[in-house]
Nanobody
Framework: QVQVVESGGGLVQAGGSLRLSCVVS????????MGWYRQAPGKQRELVAS???????NYEDSVKGRFTISRDNAKSPMYLQMNSLKPEDTAVYYC?????????WGQGTQVTVSS
């Protein structure tokens, strides 16, 4: 059974930083890409950043230059370093794992940025 677990959320003041972690466990055949999504109250879930197996990254425009997604190797956790946080970054952040057959999701971690 595959488990996806996020951690690292919390309450931070505007301008502060947080680092989110995503750990994947269980038998998983082949990961094509991993990513971070977020969902704010009353809004649709949106892609924040993604990283493909080959290391190519992609960022949503509003987080470019502030957030960094990383993963050292196929067996290591995935991270999202979030700097210069803004109140509009407040959301539940979800880890997503894409394989050729399935998408796996974590339970989410709350990030709250106070002004």
């Amino acid at each position: 059974q595959v488990q996806v677990v996020e951690s690292g959320g919390g309450l931070v003041q505007a301008g502060g930083s947080l680092r989110l972690s995503c750990v994947v466990s269980g038998s998983i055949f082949s990961i094509n890409a991993m990513g971070w999504y977020r969902q704010a109250p009353g809004k649709q879930r949106e892609l924040v950043a993604s990283i493909a197996t080959g290391g190519r990254t992609n960022y949503e425009d509003s987080v470019k230059g502030r957030f960094t997604i990383s993963r050292d190797n196929a067996k290591s956790p995935m991270y999202l370093q979030m700097n210069s946080l803004k109140p509009e970054d407040t959301a539940v952040y979800y880890c997503n794992v894409k394989t050729s057959r399935w998408d796996y999701w974590g339970q989410g971690t709350q990030v709250t940025v106070s002004s």
